[in-house]
């Protein structure tokens, strides 16, 4: 049973524009959220993470922004480019299954030239 | 050469056979991770492994087993392999717990 929900399934975005991935958590135990970014033939990799103490966290193009009163977090991607086409999951850990990440169903991200 | 090599990279095997995927690290991590990943269900864990003498199961273990021969090697086995058991495996090791988790290429398992 997957404890975060991950939307869209699939997002077509310009070069250029803001791709924004959302995930909804259920266990308010859990505190370390990391975004995994994975290219076709490639396992994922770490993006980006952020624990529930800071609201926003970025890194380049990319933010994590976190709403802990709605257990919902996203990332944004700004500036999308073609290169940022590729599979993006969100993860939580913490609590029971601390050490453990539960991951979501995955973004499938595609950005036009 | 890459810190976490699995192999074989694809496999098509028949329905019944036993298969064993293995995964090797180069990173000194002390935690693996064996994870399935599906279309549209993400990545699910399978077994994880925090040192060498801990084996414990993830959330769809069944029809699965492990073994960690050492630090850097930790094993999957299907023993009797089924068809909706295709996906693609990715093994994952890390250092501490909620730190990166540092993944393998995958193997690609076909099951006919």
């Known amino acids: 049973q997957q404890q975060v929900k991950q939307s869209p399934q699939s997002l077509i975005v310009q070069k250029g524009g803001i791709s924004i991935i959302n995930c909804a958590y259920e266990?308010?135990?859990?505190?370390?959220f990391p975004w995994y970014q994975q290219f076709p033939g490639k396992g994922p990799a770490l993006l980006i993470a952020?624990?529930?103490?800071?609201s926003e966290k970025k890194e380049g193009r990319f933010t994590i922004s976190f709403n802990k009163s709605a257990k919902q977090f996203s990332l944004h991607i700004m500036d999308s480019q073609p290169g940022d086409s590729a599979t993006y999951f969100c993860?939580?850990?913490?609590?029971?299954?601390?050490?453990?990440?539960?991951f979501g169903q995955g973004t499938i991200l595609t950005v036009h030239p | 050469d890459a810190d976490v090599t699995q192999t074989p990279r694809n496999r098509i095997t028949k329905t019944g056979k036993r298969i064993m995927l293995e995964c090797s690290q180069t990173k000194g991590h002390d935690r693996m991770y064996w994870y399935r990943q599906d279309p549209g269900l993400g990545l699910r864990l399978i077994y994880y492994?925090?040192?060498?003498?801990?084996?414990n199961k993830g959330e769809i273990s069944d029809g699965y087993s492990v073994s960690r021969q050492a630090q850097a090697k930790f094993s999957l086995s299907l023993e009797s392999a089924i068809p909706n058991q295709t996906a693609l495996y990715f093994c994952?090791?890390?250092?501490?717990?909620?730190?990166?988790?540092?993944f393998g290429d995958g193997t690609r398992l076909s099951i006919l």
């Open positions: 266990n308010t135990a859990f505190d370390y």
């Open positions: 492994s925090f040192d060498v003498k801990d084996i």
């Open positions: 994952a090791t890390s250092d501490r717990p909620n730190q990166p988790q540092h």
């Open positions: 952020i624990r529930p103490d800071v």
């Open positions: 993860a939580e850990a913490g609590g029971t299954s601390y050490g453990k990440l539960t």
